[in-house]
């Protein structure tokens, strides 16, 4: 059967248009990024009506020169954005893209114990520390420089405190938890480009993965001072006690634990605004330490 036969294309093209639109709004978040998006879909949308008259052929160029030099300065403006859309594309997580964690990503109540836990003692002894929390971004092997070693064992405050041990093979790097399990050790991560003169490697390896993956964050301990840190979406809260660690998790991974506690709360939309709510508290802290341009 020929669906153009059944259904007016015209009516499809608007539906499929609308589908797009909605799924770009509701990834969406920050104010700006918003206005932004709504003002290059209105000149589309614009240059979409203009070319249906022929006698604007002028009026029609003028519109499509600038939807283009917008599209040229949102490319160059979103290019990480850009980046991380085709990455998702090209290696089929059309989950994260859509939004829909999967189970195993979810985050248990103890989660944010063992990690509070964790933190707190490896900061006391002022051993470092770095662990990447998979939130919903789905992360695999190839994001990172070096996988490390699979562990896939049960998360615990022991296991992250053996493996941060200095005298053990495993203490360089990072470590990758997902939902309440340890998923490897081990791990080297993307560097970020920005603040390279302000942090160290451990810290850069923390901006590097949370400004690539939105929904992903880091917990960092320094070596040298006992710090805590946490970063996300490319930002660093440093430095936090133990207390304002936990109820950071707490918010970041809030929606994760609600989605595990009450059905129906498990929202995609909801659950990554709750977490770029946590993450904007995050960056308006007044100790927030922001990457250089
Ligand atoms: N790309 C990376 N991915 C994961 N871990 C990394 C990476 N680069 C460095 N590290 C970890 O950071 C350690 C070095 O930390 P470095 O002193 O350079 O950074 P730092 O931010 O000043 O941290 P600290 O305050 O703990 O000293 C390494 O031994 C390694 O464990």
Same mark, same amino acid.
């Given at each position: 059967m020929n669906l153009w036969g059944v259904v007016d294309p015209r009516l499809l093209d608007v539906l499929f248009a609308s589908a797009l639109g909605v799924l770009l709004f509701s990834r969406v978040n920050e104010r700006r990024t918003l206005w932004l998006l709504r003002g290059y879909l209105f000149l589309v949308a614009l240059a979409w009506f203009v070319q249906r $008259? #022929?006698?604007l052929p002028l009026t029609s160029k003028l519109v499509d020169a600038l939807v283009l030099a917008c599209s040229l300065s949102l490319a160059i403006l979103w290019q990480g954005e850009l980046r991380r859309l085709m990455e998702l594309l090209g290696t089929g997580r059309l989950a994260v893209l859509l939004g829909n964690p999967q189970n195993e990503l979810r985050a248990t109540a103890s989660t944010v114990a063992q990690l509070t836990e964790a933190a707190g003692r490896l900061s006391q002894s002022r051993r470092g520390a770095l662990v990447v929390v998979d939130m &919903? *971004? =789905?992360?695999? !092997? #190839? =994001? $990172? /420089?070096n996988p490390g070693v699979l562990i896939d064992a049960q998360l615990s405050s022991e296991l992250l405190l053996n493996l941060f041990a *200095? =005298?053990? !093979? /495993?203490?360089d790097g990072a470590v990758l938890v997902k939902g309440n399990r340890?998923? *490897?050790?081990g791990v080297i991560l993307p560097l970020s480009r920005q603040g390279i003169s302000r942090y160290g490697t451990r810290h850069l390896a923390a901006l590097g993965i949370t400004e690539r993956f939105d929904r992903c964050i880091c917990v960092v301990v320094s070596e040298e001072t006992g710090t805590l840190s946490l970063a996300s979406q490319g930002r660093l809260e440093r430095p936090i006690t133990s207390s304002r660690l936990q109820d950071l998790l707490k918010e970041l991974l809030g929606s994760s634990l609600g989605a595990a506690a009450t059905k &129906?709360? *498990?929202s995609p939309v909801k659950a990554s605004a709750v977490a770029t709510q946590a993450s904007s508290r995050l960056s308006v802290s007044s100790s927030i330490e922001e990457p250089l341009p």
């Open positions: $008259f #022929e006698n &919903g *971004s =789905d992360l695999r !092997p #190839e =994001d $990172f /420089l *200095s =005298d053990t !093979p /495993l203490h340890i998923v *490897s050790a &129906g709360a *498990s």
